[in-house]
C-alpha cells in the first residue's frame, strides 16, 4: 500500500514571496504519478499540477513549480510571488500507474494549509 | 459546461436513518469515486468504479453502500451503520485518461443531528 506525508500542517506566507510545501511518499511501485490538488474555503478540489514518475524534468506550471527526488521519493511544491488567492488547503496525492482497468485509486496526504498575507 | 453534481450541499440525517447523497457527471467518465474528508485526515476513499455494473470497495466502506446503474450516476448510501457518519463526502470521475487526475464535485457536508 502506498502511503503519503506532508509534515506541514499549517503554513504562512507573505504576499509575494516564495513557499515550498512538502511532500514525502512512500511506494513499492516504480511507475506512478503524483498531483498537488488546491482546495480553496470553497472546498472545491482543483488540480494544481501533477508528474509522471518516468519524467525526470520538474514540471511547472505558471506560479507552481515542483522538485521530484524519485530516489529520496520527495514532490515537493514551489509556489513562487504567492497571491492572497492562493490561500487554501493543499494536498499532495499518489496514484499507480500501469493498472488494469480505468480506475485507479487516487492516495492522499493530510494536506498543508496555507495562508498568505499582506 | 461539462462537470460532477453533487446535491445536496448540506444534509442533515437523524441517528439511525439512512441518507442518499447523489452525484452526477456529464463528463462521459468512465471510473468515478467517493471520498470523505475529516479534520488532519486528508481525503479516505470510501468506494469507486470503474464500469457500471461494478463498484469495489476502498479503505473506509464499512457503513456505506453504492450502486452504479448509469454511467453517469454514483450515488453514496450511509447507512445507519455508519458510526460517524458526520464529514463533508467528494465525489470524483476520471476518464481513460487517468494520469490527467480526477475531476471533482463540490461536495456534501452530512451532520448528524
Known amino acids: 500500500a502506498q502511503t503519503v506525508t506532508q509534515s506541514q500542517p499549517e503554513m504562512s506566507v507573505q504576499e509575494a514571496e516564495t513557499v515550498t510545501l512538502s511532500c514525502t511518499y512512500d511506494?513499492?511501485?516504480?511507475?506512478?504519478?503524483l498531483f498537488w490538488y488546491k482546495q480553496p474555503p470553497s472546498r472545491q478540489m482543483i488540480l494544481v499540477i501533477r508528474?509522471?514518475?518516468?519524467?525526470?524534468q520538474n514540471a511547472t506550471e505558471n506560479r507552481f513549480s515542483v522538485n521530484f527526488q524519485k530516489a529520496a521519493k520527495s514532490f515537493s511544491l514551489k509556489i513562487s510571488d504567492s497571491q492572497l488567492g492562493d490561500t487554501a488547503m493543499y494536498f499532495c496525492a499518489f496514484m499507480p500507474w500501469g493498472h488494469t482497468g480505468t480506475a485507479s485509486k487516487l492516495t492522499f496526504g493530510t494536506g498543508t494549509r496555507l495562508q498568505v498575507t499582506l | 459546461d461539462g462537470g460532477i453534481t453533487q446535491s445536496p450541499k448540506y444534509l442533515f440525517r437523524k441517528e439511525g436513518q439512512n441518507v442518499t447523497l447523489s452525484c452526477e457527471q456529464n463528463?462521459?467518465?468512465?471510473?468515478m469515486y467517493w471520498y470523505r474528508q475529516d479534520p488532519g485526515q486528508g481525503l479516505r476513499l470510501i468506494y469507486y468504479s470503474q464500469i457500471v455494473n461494478d463498484f469495489q470497495k476502498g479503505d473506509i466502506a464499512e457503513g456505506y453502500s453504492v450502486s452504479r446503474e448509469k454511467k453517469e450516476s454514483f450515488p453514496l448510501t450511509v447507512t445507519s451503520a455508519q458510526k460517524n457518519p458526520t464529514a463533508f463526502y467528494l465525489c470524483a470521475s476520471s476518464d481513460q485518461g487517468w494520469r490527467s487526475g480526477y475531476t471533482f464535485g463540490s461536495g456534501t457536508r452530512l451532520t448528524v443531528v
Open positions: 463528463l462521459n467518465h468512465d471510473a
Open positions: 508528474q509522471e514518475a518516468y519524467k525526470q
Open positions: 511506494t513499492s511501485e516504480n511507475n506512478y504519478y
